[in-house]
């Protein structure tokens, strides 16, 4: 037969680039819905959902452009025996007997390897095609990367600047006469909280989505989340009005207010294009290019802009290439050699701590949390409370309806618990409950008490904090980033010392309870 190009669930882009070598009156598109591909880490309702409508739609506007499409649902499975992916592909490939099967390069190492594997089983050769959807090629990172003693997201962030030329003046040097306006964003909301914030763009179930969310409630009713407030894109068009409406509404309070939390204020400033972006529903040189322009328009603050193209083009790209370079042993990482296991509310947010109630709560209604949340709560909490980090990183990559493995494992991995040892952060993120209650309004709604190290009042970030420093106060000296966090620990008595580990113990080994 003729050729087959296999479209993963996070490659449905229209503009897919194989699409124009391939002949529609010979070659075909091959979709595939495998539950084992849910399941094979616990998955939110709602990105189970998201995926399948965004297929589903993706099919259908494949078949208008006229490709023939073999679209294998999951009604077409067993549901006592689901299949994994390279099951229903080499069925497929027996079937369809291609003289070659292509493939964009996917989003998670381990399918690269299942595709490599399935298609030489079957005798098919396998072609590769580079993803688009990135500005920096995996080829390229490496090649950033080579030689340097330590990967820094600021350096490369500012080459990217340069060589997609984002964000320049007239000389070629950074808009604004500097590259970074940190300085200016990050704030927390007003005293009296954030105010009225321009909604983000919702997009009521359509026939395809209500029928994919009554699937999943059948199919998956024993997974974690709801499907209750189920309004996130599956179409390109509506990532494109979210995309618009960011832009026009959202982007002015983006930089200020990007770390900021309060409490049933789930969405912020933020864009919420993640999911779009990790579907390819939007192609990031867009993102970039609206919001160049709105600055450029005079209808955003540069720093703002800054700051939000910088987690596209920086953030976004450097995680992607880190990724690939350090796949597979990335997902063994655990530098802390911490093994408790993952509290059981972080599946129902039934927790007394009131950040984490608030994360959590919102994470599990809509499969979404922001940086912060993420970074500085559930993040944070799983490196104090020394949580093994593959069951954190499983549990982030279940929960979120933007969790591919190649964003998610280097951001939990590496950025909010260090288990790479620092390959890429300058210091650990770690910091007290008086980091959240600077930065929110949720210690004023919790029983703890953030200032308080020690008693049944003492807020378990503080506590386990403290603990963290007084455990790594050897290696956190010799950085000369962190050795300001450990001048406080020389001047306790060994008294206090000693109350804070009986303190943090004693925590440690109640996690369930807090
Ligand atoms: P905004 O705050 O509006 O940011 C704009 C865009 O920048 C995002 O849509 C995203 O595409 C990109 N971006 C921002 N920060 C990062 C980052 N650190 N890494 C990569 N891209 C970034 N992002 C995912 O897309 N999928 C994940 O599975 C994921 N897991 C994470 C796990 C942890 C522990 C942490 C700390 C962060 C994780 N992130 C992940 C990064 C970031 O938190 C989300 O991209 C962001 O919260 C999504 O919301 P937003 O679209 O409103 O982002
Ligand atoms: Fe979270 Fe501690 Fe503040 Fe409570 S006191 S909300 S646990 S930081």
């Given at each position: 037969?003729?050729?087959?190009?296999?479209?993963?669930?996070?490659?449905?882009?229209?503009?897919?680039?194989?699409?124009?070598?391939?002949?529609?009156?010979?070659?075909?598109?091959?979709?595939?819905?495998?539950?084992?591909?849910?399941?094979?880490?616990?998955?939110?309702?709602?990105?189970?959902?998201?995926?399948?409508?965004?297929?589903?739609?993706?099919?259908?506007?494949?078949?208008?452009?006229?490709?023939?499409?073999?679209?294998?649902?999951?009604?077409?499975?067993?549901?006592?025996?689901?299949?994994?992916?390279?099951?229903?592909?080499?069925?497929?490939?027996?079937?369809?007997?291609?003289?070659?099967?292509?493939?964009?390069?996917?989003?998670?190492?381990?399918?690269?390897?299942?595709?490599?594997?399935?298609?030489?089983?079957?005798?098919?050769?396998?072609?590769?095609?580079?993803?688009?959807?990135?500005?920096?090629?995996?080829?390229?990172?490496?090649?950033?990367?080579?030689?340097?003693?330590?990967?820094?997201?600021?350096?490369?962030?500012?080459?990217?600047?340069?060589?997609?030329?984002?964000?320049?003046?007239?000389?070629?040097?950074?808009?604004?006469?500097?590259?970074?306006?940190?300085?200016?964003?990050?704030?927390?909301?007003?005293?009296?909280?954030?105010?009225?914030?321009?909604?983000?763009?919702?997009?009521?179930?359509?026939?395809?989505?209500?029928?994919?969310?009554?699937?999943?409630?059948?199919?998956?009713?024993?997974?974690?989340?709801?499907?209750?407030?189920?309004?996130?894109?599956?179409?390109?068009?509506?990532?494109?009005?979210?995309?618009r409406r960011f832009i026009e509404?959202?982007?002015?309070?983006?930089?200020?207010?990007?770390?900021?939390?309060?409490?049933?204020?789930?969405?912020?400033?933020?864009?919420?294009?993640?999911?779009?972006?990790?579907?390819?529903?939007?192609?990031?040189?867009?993102?970039?290019?609206?919001?160049?322009?709105?600055?450029?328009?005079?209808?955003?603050?540069?720093?703002?802009?800054?700051?939000?193209?910088?987690?596209?083009?920086?953030?976004?790209?450097?995680?992607?290439?880190?990724?690939?370079?350090d796949m597979p042993g990335l997902?063994?990482?655990?530098?802390?050699?911490?093994?408790?296991?993952?509290?059981a509310w972080y599946w129902t947010?039934?927790?007394?701590?009131?950040?984490?109630?608030?994360?959590?709560?919102?994470?599990?209604?809509?499969?979404?949390?922001?940086?912060?949340?993420?970074?500085?709560?559930?993040?944070?909490?799983?490196?104090?409370?020394?949580?093994?980090?593959?069951?954190?990183?499983?549990?982030?990559?279940?929960?979120?309806?933007?969790?591919?493995?190649?964003?998610?494992?280097?951001?939990?991995?590496?950025?909010?618990?260090?288990?790479?040892?620092?390959?890429?952060?300058?210091?650990?993120?770690?910091?007290?409950?008086?980091?959240?209650?600077?930065?929110?309004?949720?210690?004023?709604?919790?029983?703890?008490?953030?200032?308080?190290?020690?008693?049944?009042?003492?807020?378990?970030?503080?506590?386990?904090?403290?603990?963290?420093?007084?455990?790594?106060?050897?290696?956190?000296?010799?950085?000369?980033?962190?050795?300001?966090?450990?001048?406080?620990?020389?001047?306790?008595?060994?008294?206090?010392?000693?109350?804070?580990?009986?303190?943090?113990?004693?925590?440690?080994?109640?996690?369930?309870?807090?």
């Open positions: 037969g003729g050729r087959i190009l296999l479209v993963l669930g996070d490659q449905l882009a229209t503009d897919h680039p194989a699409l124009t070598a391939l002949d529609a009156a010979r070659d075909r598109v091959l979709m595939i819905e495998t539950a084992g591909e849910a399941t094979a880490v616990w998955s939110h309702q709602a990105r189970i959902a998201l995926f399948l409508s965004a297929m589903r739609h993706h099919r259908d506007a494949l078949r208008a452009q006229g490709w023939t499409v073999d679209y294998l649902d999951l009604d077409s499975e067993p549901p006592d025996a689901p299949a994994g992916l390279d099951h229903r592909l080499a069925e497929a490939l027996q079937r369809l007997r291609p003289s070659e099967l292509w493939v964009m390069e996917p989003g998670e190492w381990r399918i690269e390897q299942l595709l490599e594997t399935t298609a030489a089983q079957a005798g098919v050769p396998l072609r590769w095609w580079a993803d688009p959807h990135f500005l920096c090629t995996r080829e390229r990172f490496a090649r950033w990367a080579q030689g340097r003693q330590q990967l820094r997201m600021e350096h490369f962030y500012r080459e990217m600047r340069r060589e997609h030329r984002v964000l320049l003046d007239a000389q070629g040097q950074p808009e604004g006469g500097t590259w970074n306006f940190d300085a200016d964003n990050r704030q927390p909301y007003p005293k009296g909280g954030p105010g009225a914030i321009p909604p983000p763009a919702w997009f009521p179930p359509d026939g395809i989505t209500q029928e994919v969310l009554a699937l999943v409630s059948r199919r998956f009713a024993n997974h974690p989340g709801s499907l209750a407030h189920f309004a996130w894109p599956v179409t390109p068009d509506q990532a494109r009005a979210a995309l509404h959202r982007l002015v309070g983006f930089g200020p207010y990007q770390d900021a939390m309060w409490t049933d204020t789930p969405w912020g400033w933020h864009s919420l294009l993640s999911s779009s972006l990790n579907l390819h529903l939007l192609d990031p040189r867009e993102v970039i290019a609206a919001a160049e322009a709105a600055y450029r328009e005079g209808r955003a603050p540069l720093s703002g802009v800054e700051g939000f193209i910088r987690q596209i083009l920086g953030w976004r790209e450097f995680i992607r290439g880190v990724y690939w370079l997902r063994q990482a655990n530098h802390y050699d911490h093994h408790r296991a993952l509290p947010g039934a927790t007394r701590m009131a950040c984490l109630r608030d994360a959590l709560t919102q994470t599990l209604a809509h499969g979404y949390a922001h940086h912060i949340q993420r970074l500085m709560v559930t993040g944070l909490f799983g490196t104090l409370a020394e949580i093994e980090p593959r069951q954190v990183s499983d549990w982030y990559r279940a929960v979120y309806v933007d969790a591919v493995e190649w964003v998610e494992s280097p951001n939990t991995l590496g950025m909010a618990l260090h288990a790479n040892g620092g390959r890429f952060t300058s210091k650990p993120y770690v910091a007290s409950g008086a980091y959240i209650d600077r930065q929110s309004n949720l210690c004023k709604m919790c029983e703890y008490r953030p200032k308080e190290k020690t008693g049944p009042r003492a807020c378990p970030f503080t506590t386990l904090y403290w603990y963290f420093l007084d455990n790594h106060r050897l290696a956190l000296r010799a950085n000369p980033r962190t050795r300001p966090m450990t001048m406080h620990l020389d001047r306790w008595s060994e008294d206090e010392r000693q109350a804070l580990r009986e303190s943090a113990l004693e925590r440690l080994h109640r996690l369930d309870e807090l």
